[in-house]
Protein backbone atom coordinates (compact mmCIF):
# COMPACT_ATOMS: atom_id res chain seq x y z
CA UNK A 1 0.00 0.00 0.00
CA UNK A 2 2.92 2.57 0.83
CA UNK A 3 4.74 1.18 -2.27
CA UNK A 4 1.33 2.70 -4.44
CA UNK A 5 1.12 5.88 -2.78
CA UNK A 6 4.83 6.64 -3.12
CA UNK A 7 4.27 6.03 -6.84
CA UNK A 8 0.97 8.01 -6.56
CA UNK A 9 3.06 10.92 -5.31
CA UNK A 10 5.91 10.95 -8.08
CA UNK A 11 3.08 10.73 -10.44
CA UNK A 12 1.79 13.94 -8.94
CA UNK A 13 5.10 15.52 -9.06
CA UNK A 14 5.68 14.42 -12.78
CA UNK A 15 2.04 15.86 -14.00
CA UNK A 16 2.55 19.46 -11.90
CA UNK A 17 6.42 19.94 -14.03
CA UNK A 18 4.29 18.75 -17.01
CA UNK A 19 1.73 21.06 -16.63
CA UNK A 20 4.31 23.66 -15.72
CA UNK A 21 5.66 23.56 -19.60
CA UNK A 22 2.27 24.44 -20.66
CA UNK A 23 1.08 27.46 -19.32
CA UNK A 24 -1.13 29.00 -21.07
CA UNK A 25 -2.88 25.95 -21.66
CA UNK A 26 -2.81 25.86 -17.79
CA UNK A 27 -4.47 29.19 -17.49
CA UNK A 28 -7.04 28.23 -20.18
CA UNK A 29 -7.96 25.17 -19.15
CA UNK A 30 -9.04 26.91 -15.87
CA UNK A 31 -11.11 29.54 -17.08
CA UNK A 32 -12.33 26.64 -19.22
CA UNK A 33 -13.61 24.81 -16.28
CA UNK A 34 -14.97 27.80 -14.84
CA UNK A 35 -16.98 28.28 -17.87
CA UNK A 36 -18.45 24.85 -17.25
CA UNK A 37 -19.41 26.09 -13.95
CA UNK A 38 -20.83 29.22 -14.92
CA UNK A 39 -23.24 27.67 -17.48
CA UNK A 40 -24.53 24.69 -15.31
CA UNK A 41 -25.68 27.67 -12.76
CA UNK A 42 -27.40 29.75 -15.62
CA UNK A 43 -29.09 26.55 -17.08
CA UNK A 44 -30.90 25.99 -13.67
CA UNK A 45 -31.25 29.35 -12.87
CA UNK A 46 -33.13 30.35 -16.11
CA UNK A 47 -35.62 26.97 -15.76
CA UNK A 48 -35.98 28.15 -12.54
CA UNK A 49 -37.28 31.65 -14.11
CA UNK A 50 -40.05 29.59 -15.52
CA UNK A 51 -40.78 27.18 -12.34
CA UNK A 52 -40.76 27.78 -8.75
CA UNK A 53 -39.75 23.57 -8.12
CA UNK A 54 -38.04 21.42 -10.03
CA UNK A 55 -38.07 17.47 -8.90
CA UNK A 56 -39.19 18.96 -5.85
CA UNK A 57 -36.51 21.25 -5.53
CA UNK A 58 -36.38 24.69 -4.99
CA UNK A 59 -33.53 27.00 -6.53
CA UNK A 60 -31.43 26.91 -3.29
CA UNK A 61 -31.51 23.38 -2.89
CA UNK A 62 -30.72 23.03 -6.57
CA UNK A 63 -28.12 25.15 -6.12
CA UNK A 64 -26.51 22.74 -3.77
CA UNK A 65 -26.90 19.96 -5.92
CA UNK A 66 -25.30 21.80 -8.53
CA UNK A 67 -22.02 22.48 -6.73
CA UNK A 68 -22.21 19.07 -6.12
CA UNK A 69 -21.76 17.55 -9.42
CA UNK A 70 -19.38 20.36 -10.26
CA UNK A 71 -17.12 19.08 -7.44
CA UNK A 72 -17.41 15.46 -8.93
CA UNK A 73 -16.07 16.91 -12.44
CA UNK A 74 -13.73 18.87 -10.81
CA UNK A 75 -12.07 15.63 -8.97
CA UNK A 76 -12.63 13.28 -11.81
CA UNK A 77 -10.85 15.84 -13.93
CA UNK A 78 -8.05 16.42 -11.72
CA UNK A 79 -7.60 12.35 -10.61
CA UNK A 80 -9.26 10.34 -13.56
CA UNK A 81 -10.12 12.40 -16.76
CA UNK A 82 -6.71 12.16 -18.51
CA UNK A 83 -6.16 8.48 -17.95
CA UNK A 84 -9.62 8.02 -19.24
CA UNK A 85 -8.52 10.10 -22.29
CA UNK A 86 -5.19 8.38 -22.76
CA UNK A 87 -6.80 4.81 -22.05
CA UNK A 88 -7.83 3.43 -25.92
CA UNK A 89 -5.02 5.11 -27.54
CA UNK A 90 -2.86 3.14 -24.90
CA UNK A 91 -4.65 0.14 -26.16
CA UNK A 92 -4.71 0.84 -29.93
CA UNK A 93 -1.21 1.73 -29.82
CA UNK A 94 0.11 -1.18 -27.51
CA UNK A 95 1.13 0.74 -24.79
CA UNK A 96 -0.58 -1.52 -22.62
CA UNK A 97 2.50 -3.33 -22.32
CA UNK A 98 4.66 -1.12 -20.80
CA UNK A 99 2.11 -1.33 -18.12
CA UNK A 100 1.66 -4.74 -18.03
CA UNK A 101 5.63 -5.44 -17.45
CA UNK A 102 5.71 -3.28 -14.76
CA UNK A 103 5.31 -5.08 -11.08
CA UNK A 104 2.45 -2.45 -10.02
CA UNK A 105 -0.89 -3.72 -10.87
CA UNK A 106 -1.75 -2.43 -14.76
CA UNK A 107 -5.29 -1.23 -13.93
CA UNK A 108 -3.74 1.06 -11.24
CA UNK A 109 -1.09 2.14 -13.27
CA UNK A 110 -3.32 3.23 -16.52
CA UNK A 111 -6.27 4.68 -13.97
CA UNK A 112 -4.21 7.34 -12.27
CA UNK A 113 -0.92 7.54 -13.96
CA UNK A 114 -2.05 11.47 -15.25
CA UNK A 115 -2.72 13.61 -12.54
CA UNK A 116 -4.51 16.81 -14.06
CA UNK A 117 -2.20 19.73 -11.76
CA UNK A 118 -4.46 22.70 -13.42
CA UNK A 119 -7.44 21.15 -12.52
CA UNK A 120 -6.46 20.97 -9.43
CA UNK A 121 -7.26 24.75 -9.19
CA UNK A 122 -10.64 24.02 -10.41
CA UNK A 123 -10.86 21.60 -7.46
CA UNK A 124 -9.87 24.29 -4.88
CA UNK A 125 -12.77 26.50 -6.57
CA UNK A 126 -15.43 23.66 -6.63
CA UNK A 127 -14.94 23.50 -3.01
CA UNK A 128 -15.06 26.53 -2.16
CA UNK A 129 -18.43 26.97 -4.19
CA UNK A 130 -19.51 23.21 -2.34
CA UNK A 131 -18.41 24.81 0.63
CA UNK A 132 -20.66 27.98 0.63
CA UNK A 133 -23.75 26.36 -0.50
CA UNK A 134 -23.76 24.28 2.61
CA UNK A 135 -22.94 26.95 5.27
CA UNK A 136 -25.65 29.32 3.48
CA UNK A 137 -28.24 26.10 3.08
CA UNK A 138 -31.07 28.04 5.36
CA UNK A 139 -32.47 24.40 6.08
CA UNK A 140 -29.78 23.18 8.35
CA UNK A 141 -27.61 20.27 8.32
CA UNK A 142 -27.28 17.50 10.43
CA UNK A 143 -23.55 16.40 10.90
CA UNK A 144 -23.89 12.85 10.26
CA UNK A 145 -25.66 13.23 6.95
CA UNK A 146 -23.14 15.42 5.81
CA UNK A 147 -19.97 13.50 6.43
CA UNK A 148 -22.35 10.33 4.74
CA UNK A 149 -23.00 12.87 1.89
CA UNK A 150 -19.60 13.64 1.44
CA UNK A 151 -17.88 9.24 1.46
CA UNK A 152 -20.93 9.24 -1.04
CA UNK A 153 -19.84 12.55 -3.30
CA UNK A 154 -16.24 10.86 -3.13
CA UNK A 155 -18.27 7.02 -4.27
CA UNK A 156 -19.91 8.95 -7.14
CA UNK A 157 -16.40 10.43 -8.37
CA UNK A 158 -15.13 6.85 -8.43
CA UNK A 159 -18.04 5.37 -9.96
CA UNK A 160 -18.60 7.83 -12.81
CA UNK A 161 -14.78 6.62 -13.76
CA UNK A 162 -15.76 3.53 -13.79
CA UNK A 163 -18.87 3.30 -15.85
CA UNK A 164 -16.47 5.82 -18.41
CA UNK A 165 -13.59 3.13 -18.40
CA UNK A 166 -16.50 0.08 -18.90
CA UNK A 167 -17.81 2.38 -22.04
CA UNK A 168 -14.17 2.66 -23.00
CA UNK A 169 -12.93 -0.85 -22.61
CA UNK A 170 -15.18 -2.04 -25.46
CA UNK A 171 -11.75 -0.80 -27.27
CA UNK A 172 -10.31 -4.68 -27.02
CA UNK A 173 -12.77 -5.46 -28.94
CA UNK A 174 -14.03 -2.96 -31.30
CA UNK A 175 -10.70 -1.30 -32.40
CA UNK A 176 -12.39 2.26 -31.87
CA UNK A 177 -13.61 3.16 -28.68
CA UNK A 178 -14.47 6.65 -30.13
CA UNK A 179 -19.21 5.80 -31.06
CA UNK A 180 -19.26 4.30 -27.16
CA UNK A 181 -17.09 7.03 -25.94
CA UNK A 182 -19.61 9.41 -27.58
CA UNK A 183 -22.70 7.49 -26.15
CA UNK A 184 -21.25 7.81 -22.98
CA UNK A 185 -20.93 11.84 -22.88
CA UNK A 186 -24.15 11.68 -24.13
CA UNK A 187 -25.42 9.44 -21.21
CA UNK A 188 -23.44 11.35 -18.86
CA UNK A 189 -25.50 14.22 -18.74
CA UNK A 190 -27.81 12.21 -16.61
CA UNK A 191 -25.90 12.62 -13.34
CA UNK A 192 -26.20 16.77 -13.99
CA UNK A 193 -29.87 16.30 -13.44
CA UNK A 194 -31.69 15.36 -9.97
CA UNK A 195 -32.54 11.44 -10.18
CA UNK A 196 -36.16 12.71 -9.36
CA UNK A 197 -37.11 14.02 -12.83
CA UNK A 198 -37.07 10.38 -14.12
CA UNK A 199 -40.20 7.80 -13.71
CA UNK A 200 -40.66 4.26 -13.90
CA UNK A 201 -37.96 1.98 -15.92
CA UNK A 202 -35.73 4.68 -17.12
CA UNK A 203 -35.84 6.16 -13.67
CA UNK A 204 -34.59 2.44 -12.01
CA UNK A 205 -32.15 1.96 -15.03
CA UNK A 206 -30.33 5.13 -14.39
CA UNK A 207 -30.17 3.94 -10.81
CA UNK A 208 -29.50 0.26 -11.13
CA UNK A 209 -27.74 -0.34 -14.77
CA UNK A 210 -25.86 3.02 -15.40
CA UNK A 211 -26.09 4.44 -11.96
CA UNK A 212 -25.74 7.93 -13.09
CA UNK A 213 -28.52 8.98 -10.26
CA UNK A 214 -26.70 7.99 -7.48
CA UNK A 215 -23.46 9.88 -8.21
CA UNK A 216 -24.52 13.31 -7.34
CA UNK A 217 -28.49 13.29 -6.82
CA UNK A 218 -28.45 11.07 -4.41
CA UNK A 219 -26.19 12.27 -1.77
CA UNK A 220 -28.05 15.54 -1.79
CA UNK A 221 -30.90 13.46 -1.27
CA UNK A 222 -29.40 12.24 2.19
CA UNK A 223 -28.87 16.07 2.92
CA UNK A 224 -32.86 16.55 2.54
CA UNK A 225 -34.84 13.38 3.42
CA UNK A 226 -36.39 11.93 6.58
CA UNK A 227 -35.72 7.72 5.71
CA UNK A 228 -32.27 7.63 4.44
CA UNK A 229 -31.60 3.77 4.80
CA UNK A 230 -33.04 3.52 1.25
CA UNK A 231 -31.04 5.49 -0.36
CA UNK A 232 -27.97 4.13 1.39
CA UNK A 233 -28.45 0.99 -0.04
CA UNK A 234 -29.72 2.43 -3.57
CA UNK A 235 -25.80 3.75 -3.58
CA UNK A 236 -24.23 0.96 -2.20
CA UNK A 237 -25.72 -1.76 -4.74
CA UNK A 238 -24.95 -0.63 -7.50
CA UNK A 239 -21.81 0.64 -7.00
CA UNK A 240 -20.36 -2.55 -6.17
CA UNK A 241 -22.14 -4.20 -9.20
CA UNK A 242 -20.53 -1.50 -11.40
CA UNK A 243 -16.55 -2.24 -9.61
CA UNK A 244 -17.51 -5.91 -10.08
CA UNK A 245 -18.29 -5.40 -13.99
CA UNK A 246 -15.09 -3.42 -14.35
CA UNK A 247 -12.83 -6.16 -12.80
CA UNK A 248 -14.73 -8.56 -14.54
CA UNK A 249 -14.26 -7.17 -17.81
CA UNK A 250 -10.86 -5.75 -17.54
CA UNK A 251 -9.76 -9.23 -16.64
CA UNK A 252 -11.80 -10.41 -19.78
CA UNK A 253 -10.34 -7.49 -21.93
CA UNK A 254 -6.50 -8.41 -20.92
CA UNK A 255 -6.63 -11.90 -22.55
CA UNK A 256 -8.16 -9.99 -25.98
CA UNK A 257 -5.08 -7.86 -25.76
CA UNK A 258 -2.69 -8.10 -28.67
CA UNK A 259 -0.25 -5.77 -27.85
CA UNK A 260 0.73 -3.53 -30.88
CA UNK A 261 -2.52 -1.95 -32.84
CA UNK A 262 -4.80 -4.24 -31.11
CA UNK B 1 -14.72 24.37 -57.23
CA UNK B 2 -11.06 22.75 -58.06
CA UNK B 3 -11.67 18.72 -58.78
CA UNK B 4 -9.17 17.98 -55.71
CA UNK B 5 -11.17 19.80 -53.19
CA UNK B 6 -14.23 17.80 -54.39
CA UNK B 7 -11.31 14.18 -53.56
CA UNK B 8 -10.54 15.61 -50.56
CA UNK B 9 -14.12 16.13 -49.37
CA UNK B 10 -14.88 12.04 -50.68
CA UNK B 11 -11.81 10.78 -49.36
CA UNK B 12 -13.12 12.50 -45.62
CA UNK B 13 -16.47 10.75 -45.78
CA UNK B 14 -14.69 7.38 -46.91
CA UNK B 15 -12.38 7.49 -43.62
CA UNK B 16 -15.19 8.78 -41.37
CA UNK B 17 -17.60 5.72 -42.37
CA UNK B 18 -15.12 3.34 -42.62
CA UNK B 19 -15.80 2.65 -39.04
CA UNK B 20 -19.84 1.72 -39.11
CA UNK B 21 -20.20 0.64 -36.19
CA UNK B 22 -18.96 3.82 -35.00
CA UNK B 23 -21.50 5.68 -36.94
CA UNK B 24 -24.93 3.48 -36.00
CA UNK B 25 -23.61 3.61 -32.38
CA UNK B 26 -23.17 7.15 -32.14
CA UNK B 27 -26.08 7.96 -34.00
CA UNK B 28 -28.64 5.72 -31.53
CA UNK B 29 -26.82 6.41 -28.63
CA UNK B 30 -26.52 10.03 -28.77
CA UNK B 31 -30.22 10.64 -29.95
CA UNK B 32 -31.67 8.12 -27.71
CA UNK B 33 -29.80 9.64 -24.61
CA UNK B 34 -30.78 13.35 -25.96
CA UNK B 35 -33.94 12.91 -26.30
CA UNK B 36 -34.61 11.10 -22.94
CA UNK B 37 -33.38 13.21 -20.40
CA UNK B 38 -34.59 16.44 -22.28
CA UNK B 39 -38.17 14.57 -21.88
CA UNK B 40 -37.61 13.85 -18.48
CA UNK B 41 -36.41 17.09 -17.65
CA UNK B 42 -39.64 19.16 -19.06
CA UNK B 43 -42.26 16.82 -18.75
CA UNK B 44 -41.18 17.47 -14.64
CA UNK B 45 -40.92 21.19 -15.55
CA UNK B 46 -44.60 20.93 -17.55
CA UNK B 47 -45.96 18.70 -14.74
CA UNK B 48 -44.95 20.59 -11.92
CA UNK B 49 -46.09 23.98 -13.58
CA UNK B 50 -49.59 22.62 -14.71
CA UNK B 51 -48.77 23.96 -18.09
CA UNK B 52 -49.15 22.23 -21.65
CA UNK B 53 -47.19 25.48 -23.18
CA UNK B 54 -44.62 27.44 -22.10
CA UNK B 55 -42.99 30.20 -24.00
CA UNK B 56 -44.80 28.58 -27.18
CA UNK B 57 -43.17 25.33 -26.49
CA UNK B 58 -45.17 22.05 -26.30
CA UNK B 59 -43.79 18.62 -24.42
CA UNK B 60 -43.52 17.20 -28.14
CA UNK B 61 -42.52 20.28 -29.06
CA UNK B 62 -39.50 20.66 -26.93
CA UNK B 63 -38.30 16.89 -27.49
CA UNK B 64 -38.38 17.86 -31.30
CA UNK B 65 -36.34 20.96 -30.41
CA UNK B 66 -33.94 18.73 -28.34
CA UNK B 67 -33.74 15.87 -31.05
CA UNK B 68 -32.56 18.69 -33.75
CA UNK B 69 -30.63 21.26 -31.60
CA UNK B 70 -27.72 19.28 -30.55
CA UNK B 71 -27.29 17.41 -34.24
CA UNK B 72 -27.52 21.47 -35.59
CA UNK B 73 -24.72 21.84 -33.00
CA UNK B 74 -22.92 19.07 -34.07
CA UNK B 75 -22.77 20.13 -38.01
CA UNK B 76 -21.63 23.35 -37.01
CA UNK B 77 -18.64 21.66 -34.91
CA UNK B 78 -17.43 19.36 -38.08
CA UNK B 79 -13.99 17.36 -37.35
CA UNK B 80 -13.73 19.07 -33.78
CA UNK B 81 -11.36 20.53 -31.62
CA UNK B 82 -7.73 20.20 -33.02
CA UNK B 83 -8.31 20.28 -36.49
CA UNK B 84 -5.15 22.63 -37.04
CA UNK B 85 -3.78 22.97 -33.88
CA UNK B 86 -2.72 19.82 -33.17
CA UNK B 87 -1.15 20.08 -36.87
CA UNK B 88 0.57 22.80 -35.87
CA UNK B 89 1.67 21.28 -32.67
CA UNK B 90 2.89 17.85 -34.36
CA UNK B 91 4.56 19.99 -37.09
CA UNK B 92 2.59 18.26 -39.49
CA UNK B 93 1.27 21.64 -40.97
CA UNK B 94 4.53 21.40 -43.06
CA UNK B 95 2.67 19.15 -46.01
CA UNK B 96 -0.17 21.70 -46.16
CA UNK B 97 2.67 25.21 -46.98
CA UNK B 98 4.76 22.38 -49.53
CA UNK B 99 1.76 21.05 -51.49
CA UNK B 100 0.83 23.72 -54.11
CA UNK B 101 -2.86 23.79 -52.91
CA UNK B 102 -4.91 26.21 -50.32
CA UNK B 103 -4.77 25.64 -47.25
CA UNK B 104 -7.70 27.37 -46.41
CA UNK B 105 -9.69 25.41 -48.72
CA UNK B 106 -8.49 21.93 -48.02
CA UNK B 107 -9.37 22.22 -44.34
CA UNK B 108 -12.97 23.77 -45.28
CA UNK B 109 -13.75 20.28 -47.64
CA UNK B 110 -12.20 18.10 -44.51
CA UNK B 111 -14.44 20.42 -42.26
CA UNK B 112 -17.81 19.90 -44.61
CA UNK B 113 -17.28 16.10 -45.00
CA UNK B 114 -18.04 16.14 -41.44
CA UNK B 115 -20.60 18.60 -41.63
CA UNK B 116 -22.33 16.33 -44.49
CA UNK B 117 -22.19 13.01 -41.99
CA UNK B 118 -23.86 14.77 -39.42
CA UNK B 119 -26.42 16.20 -41.67
CA UNK B 120 -26.76 12.96 -43.31
CA UNK B 121 -27.81 12.03 -39.62
CA UNK B 122 -30.00 14.87 -39.01
CA UNK B 123 -32.15 13.78 -42.45
CA UNK B 124 -32.90 10.44 -41.25
CA UNK B 125 -34.05 11.47 -37.96
CA UNK B 126 -35.85 13.79 -39.93
CA UNK B 127 -37.19 11.13 -41.99
CA UNK B 128 -38.13 8.68 -38.87
CA UNK B 129 -40.09 11.36 -36.97
CA UNK B 130 -42.30 12.12 -39.98
CA UNK B 131 -42.94 8.66 -40.80
CA UNK B 132 -43.98 7.84 -37.24
CA UNK B 133 -44.29 10.58 -34.98
CA UNK B 134 -46.31 13.10 -37.62
CA UNK B 135 -47.37 16.42 -35.99
CA UNK B 136 -48.54 19.16 -37.94
CA UNK B 137 -48.09 21.41 -34.88
CA UNK B 138 -44.35 20.96 -34.32
CA UNK B 139 -42.92 19.97 -37.62
CA UNK B 140 -44.25 20.45 -41.07
CA UNK B 141 -42.35 19.38 -44.41
CA UNK B 142 -41.63 22.13 -46.87
CA UNK B 143 -39.09 22.09 -49.69
CA UNK B 144 -38.97 25.67 -49.11
CA UNK B 145 -38.08 24.98 -45.30
CA UNK B 146 -35.55 22.58 -46.37
CA UNK B 147 -34.29 24.56 -48.86
CA UNK B 148 -33.71 27.93 -45.96
CA UNK B 149 -31.79 24.91 -43.68
CA UNK B 150 -29.47 24.11 -46.00
CA UNK B 151 -29.04 27.30 -46.97
CA UNK B 152 -28.30 28.39 -43.48
CA UNK B 153 -26.31 25.65 -42.39
CA UNK B 154 -24.00 25.71 -45.12
CA UNK B 155 -23.77 29.89 -44.03
CA UNK B 156 -23.21 28.98 -40.38
CA UNK B 157 -21.10 25.94 -41.09
CA UNK B 158 -19.08 28.43 -42.94
CA UNK B 159 -18.75 31.42 -40.04
CA UNK B 160 -18.21 28.91 -37.75
CA UNK B 161 -15.38 27.26 -39.34
CA UNK B 162 -13.65 30.66 -39.85
CA UNK B 163 -14.75 31.46 -36.06
CA UNK B 164 -13.55 28.20 -35.34
CA UNK B 165 -9.68 28.43 -37.05
CA UNK B 166 -8.86 32.07 -35.72
CA UNK B 167 -9.23 30.67 -32.38
CA UNK B 168 -6.90 26.84 -34.01
CA UNK B 169 -4.84 29.42 -35.21
CA UNK B 170 -3.41 30.31 -31.59
CA UNK B 171 -1.72 27.26 -31.49
CA UNK B 172 1.28 29.08 -33.41
CA UNK B 173 2.04 31.36 -30.34
CA UNK B 174 0.89 28.71 -27.84
CA UNK B 175 1.14 25.51 -28.48
CA UNK B 176 -1.65 23.33 -26.73
CA UNK B 177 -4.73 25.56 -26.54
CA UNK B 178 -7.42 22.92 -26.76
CA UNK B 179 -9.26 24.19 -23.91
CA UNK B 180 -9.39 27.49 -26.04
CA UNK B 181 -11.66 25.56 -28.36
CA UNK B 182 -13.68 24.20 -25.66
CA UNK B 183 -14.91 27.42 -23.97
CA UNK B 184 -15.81 28.49 -27.75
CA UNK B 185 -17.78 25.14 -27.83
CA UNK B 186 -19.22 26.15 -24.23
CA UNK B 187 -20.39 29.46 -25.91
CA UNK B 188 -21.89 27.90 -29.07
CA UNK B 189 -23.88 25.84 -27.13
CA UNK B 190 -24.67 27.67 -24.35
CA UNK B 191 -25.74 31.36 -26.26
CA UNK B 192 -26.86 29.53 -29.64
CA UNK B 193 -29.94 27.63 -27.80
CA UNK B 194 -28.58 24.23 -27.60
CA UNK B 195 -28.61 23.68 -23.89
CA UNK B 196 -31.87 25.68 -23.75
CA UNK B 197 -34.17 27.50 -26.15
CA UNK B 198 -33.41 31.09 -26.31
CA UNK B 199 -37.06 31.84 -25.91
CA UNK B 200 -36.64 31.00 -21.92
CA UNK B 201 -33.75 33.56 -21.71
CA UNK B 202 -35.25 36.57 -20.14
CA UNK B 203 -35.64 39.54 -22.66
CA UNK B 204 -32.62 41.89 -22.32
CA UNK B 205 -30.73 38.80 -21.95
CA UNK B 206 -31.88 37.76 -25.77
CA UNK B 207 -31.51 41.05 -26.97
CA UNK B 208 -28.17 40.72 -25.82
CA UNK B 209 -27.09 37.60 -27.29
CA UNK B 210 -29.04 38.63 -30.70
CA UNK B 211 -26.07 41.36 -31.19
CA UNK B 212 -23.16 37.78 -31.09
CA UNK B 213 -22.96 35.37 -33.93
CA UNK B 214 -24.20 32.80 -31.83
CA UNK B 215 -27.66 32.51 -32.32
CA UNK B 216 -27.06 32.57 -36.08
CA UNK B 217 -25.19 29.35 -35.48
CA UNK B 218 -27.81 26.87 -34.23
CA UNK B 219 -31.04 28.60 -33.32
CA UNK B 220 -31.37 30.33 -36.69
CA UNK B 221 -31.35 27.16 -38.59
CA UNK B 222 -33.61 25.40 -35.82
CA UNK B 223 -36.05 28.61 -36.68
CA UNK B 224 -35.88 27.78 -40.22
CA UNK B 225 -36.08 23.82 -39.82
CA UNK B 226 -39.39 24.40 -37.38
CA UNK B 227 -41.29 26.46 -40.46
CA UNK B 228 -40.65 29.86 -38.16
CA UNK B 229 -39.06 31.94 -41.00
CA UNK B 230 -40.94 34.54 -43.19
CA UNK B 231 -39.48 35.11 -46.45
CA UNK B 232 -38.32 38.67 -44.85
CA UNK B 233 -36.65 36.99 -42.00
CA UNK B 234 -34.97 34.58 -44.02
CA UNK B 235 -33.09 37.58 -46.03
CA UNK B 236 -32.44 39.53 -42.95
CA UNK B 237 -31.02 37.27 -41.02
CA UNK B 238 -29.23 35.46 -43.55
CA UNK B 239 -27.65 38.72 -44.43
CA UNK B 240 -26.38 38.93 -40.79
CA UNK B 241 -24.58 36.00 -40.75
CA UNK B 242 -22.78 36.86 -44.04
CA UNK B 243 -21.51 39.73 -42.11
CA UNK B 244 -20.02 37.27 -39.34
CA UNK B 245 -18.96 35.33 -42.29
CA UNK B 246 -16.68 37.98 -43.79
CA UNK B 247 -15.78 39.67 -40.53
CA UNK B 248 -14.38 36.07 -39.20
CA UNK B 249 -12.83 35.28 -42.87
CA UNK B 250 -10.73 38.38 -42.51
CA UNK B 251 -10.04 37.58 -38.74
CA UNK B 252 -8.84 33.82 -39.36
CA UNK B 253 -6.47 35.15 -42.57
CA UNK B 254 -5.23 37.71 -40.36
CA UNK B 255 -4.23 35.41 -37.87
CA UNK B 256 -2.74 33.10 -40.48
CA UNK B 257 -0.79 35.62 -42.04
CA UNK B 258 0.46 36.43 -38.75
CA UNK B 259 0.89 33.27 -37.45
CA UNK B 260 2.40 31.39 -40.37
CA UNK B 261 5.91 33.32 -40.08
CA UNK B 262 6.35 32.34 -36.79
CA UNK B 263 5.86 28.56 -37.23
CA UNK B 264 8.81 26.40 -36.97
CA UNK B 265 7.66 23.28 -38.30
CA UNK B 266 9.50 21.52 -36.28
CA UNK B 267 6.48 19.99 -33.36
CA UNK B 268 7.17 18.37 -30.55
Redesign the interface.
Known sequence: MMRYLRLYLHFVRFSFSKAME?R??FF??V??DL??YV?QF??FN??Y???????GWNLEQMSLFIASFIFIDALHMTIFATNAWWFPIAINRGNLDYYLTKPVSSFFFISLKEFAANSMINLILASGLLTYFLCNYSGGLDPGRLSLYFIFLLNGTVLYFMVHIIFLMTVFW?Q?P???A??FY??E??FQ?PD????GY?RRFFVYVLPFSIMASYPVRILFEKNISTLVLEILVPSCFIYLVVFFVWKKGLRNYSSASS | MRNWSWHVFLMELRTLIAYRSDFWVNFIGQTFFSILIAYFLWKSIFTSNQVEVMQGFTIQGMVFYYLMAPLIFRIQQGKGIGFISREIYDGNLNKYLLYPINVFRYKIMVYLAHSSFFLVQLFIILFLYQSFFYNTHIYQFSFVNILYFISIVLMACLTFFYLFSSVEFMAFWHDNIWSLGVILRFFTSFLGGALIPLKFFPEWAQTLVSFTPFPYLIDFPMQALLGNLSFYDFIQKIGITLLWLLAFRFLAIFVWNRGKFVYTGVGI
Open positions: FIDFRVMFFTLFIILHTPLLATSQGFDVAAKVRKIFTV
